[in-house]
């Protein structure tokens, strides 16, 4: 049974190309090679495309993975969807392999299908079947189901097909409970050096060797449901942690087979649970990793203090972020559900200033539906106030999926129209480095929103000349 899984690559659109591993389609192949699957990973993106004119880079891609194709003869393709912004990416990817292997199933997953299994299914003849919500049980039954001929799938938790013509969708109704029975991520299937960055610009207080940084999820979901976020749909309801000896033991594995001194813990909230968090950080201590490690996708603040901070620098943090989202007590509590007082962030940020080998971020959201010039000026004073090396503010994007969007779409705020039979066609909503917004709040004008972005655009300029003026002044004293 071989089995080919395709990482799209980052659409040239995108500014970020610092791309990094793909850790759900490692652990796919983790747990298909568990099952007895012969498995090949094509990561689009080690190629590094979008460095070449126009659209010549991603023709050779497309070639790459014709090749690949050819030469593994696979029984099953199956191609990761990380953000909506892929899909289409991921449907040439899907026509490709059934140019090159007419007969051989595909599936895809993550946050897009999910949402949209249905519609994709009902448009998309080159994708055989969606995986719904964390795919590692769908991956192996369907692996099982291809390899043995067997067309039952109606059992298989979180999965879509079409059956004679109708698409069946069954919901993903279960999660794993026990992340560590989940075999240690498919690390041999990579090679490293062919994600390393030029990292000479990056935060490293410790003065570390390291090329590039290595994702690792020790948790999966977050029980806050904030308004604005969907990730729930595919990690499901409930937080669900690996033991600290497990992380570590991923860790120490990359740490002395693969030399790797630098990890992004990707995890959703992944200090919800203290003595968790302090504990995975004195193993780290304990068994001597010197490595520097970041918390990028925004610490829950309201679960910070000095003992749980104390315990992460010593471990190796030296660059976090925290999820404040809007200076305004009643969007940021009443309406984003937060559950964050203002005394807190500014403990948080206090605390976090002691730490001279911390770099600290900021995350803020402007234009929620009841964002109003007040509201935003309460967010402009209060990245002024506190002051941190990196306030990112970024417009509000209503992803479908989200109780943002529903409420968007019943009280008709979208500035453009939407068309929800297309939606699935991710023609609607791409990035567009907060240059656009897609809904008018309740009591602003377009054009009063437009004024704040730029406001908060110059406040953001002035932060960054400020702090690279202060690290040339530290590197000339």
């Not at 909506?84 to 899907?94: D, H, I, K, T, W």
């Not at 895809?108 to 994708?127: A, D, K, V």
Request: aromatic content about 8%; charged content about 25%; hydrophobic content about 40%.
């Amino acid at each position: 049974m071989n089995v080919l899984l395709v990482n799209p690559p980052t659409p040239a659109h995108m500014p970020n190309k610092e791309f990094i591993l793909s850790t759900a389609l490692l652990s796919l192949a983790a747990v298909l090679r568990e099952d007895g699957a012969e498995v090949r990973l094509a990561d689009l993106n080690i190629d590094r495309p979008w460095d070449m004119p126009g659209d010549e880079g991603y023709r050779r891609v497309e070639k790459a993975l014709a090749a690949d194709i050819v030469a593994f003869r696979p029984d099953l393709v199956g191609i990761g969807c990380l953000f909506s912004g892929q899909f289409p990416a991921v449907l040439r990817y899907a026509e490709i392999s059934k140019e090159y292997a007419p007969g051989v199933p595909v599936a895809i997953g993550g946050m897009h299908p999910t949402i949209y299994p249905s519609e994709i299914l009902r448009n998309c003849p080159s994708i055989d079947y969606v995986a719904i919500g964390e795919g590692e049980e769908q991956a192996v039954a369907l692996s099982r189901a291809v390899r043995d001929g067997s067309a039952s799938l109606r059992e298989v938790d979180g999965l879509a097909w079409r059956d004679r013509g109708e698409v069946v969708v069954q919901p993903k109704t279960t999660f794993l409970a026990d992340l560590n029975s989940l075999p240690i991520p498919a690390y041999d299937l990579v090679r490293f050096d062919a994600y390393a960055h030029d990292t000479r610009h990056w935060h490293n207080p410790r003065g570390l060797s390291f090329r590039m940084t290595v994702p690792i999820v020790s948790s999966r979901s977050c029980p806050m449901h904030c308004n604005f976020c969907s990730m729930f749909l595919v990690m499901g309801p409930t937080l669900r942690a690996r033991s600290p000896k497990n992380v570590v033991d991923e860790l120490e594995l990359l740490y002395d087979r693969y030399g790797q001194r630098h990890f992004s813990f990707m995890d959703d909230n992944i200090n919800l649970n203290r003595k968790h968090m302090i504990e995975l950080c004195r193993q780290i201590v304990e068994r001597k990793l010197d490595i520097a490690f970041e918390t990028p996708n925004g610490l829950m603040a309201s679960a910070l203090n000095r003992e749980v901070m104390d315990a992460m620098v010593a471990a190796g943090w030296v660059r976090g972020a925290i999820a404040i989202e809007s200076g305004s007590d009643r969007i940021r509590n009443g309406i984003m559900k937060k559950r964050l007082p203002r005394e807190k962030i500014l403990e948080v940020v206090g605390l976090a200033k002691a730490y001279p080998e911390l770099f600290l971020k900021a995350y803020f959201i402007i234009g929620m539906p009841e964002d109003t010039a007040e509201t935003l000026e309460e967010t402009y004073e209060m990245i002024r106030e506190i002051d941190v090396d990196d306030p990112y503010v970024t417009n509000l994007v209503p992803f479908p999926g989200t109780a943002v969007f529903d409420q968007a779409l019943r009280d008709n705020l979208f500035i453009d129209e939407m068309d929800l039979d297309n939606l699935w066609r991710m023609d609607g909503f791409h990035y567009h480095n907060n240059r656009k917004f897609y809904i008018k709040p309740y009591g602003m004008t377009l054009e009063e929103l437009d004024a704040y972005r730029e406001k908060f655009d110059r406040l953001l300029a002035e932060n960054k000349e400020k702090r690279s003026a202060g690290r040339l002044d530290a590197a000339a004293g």
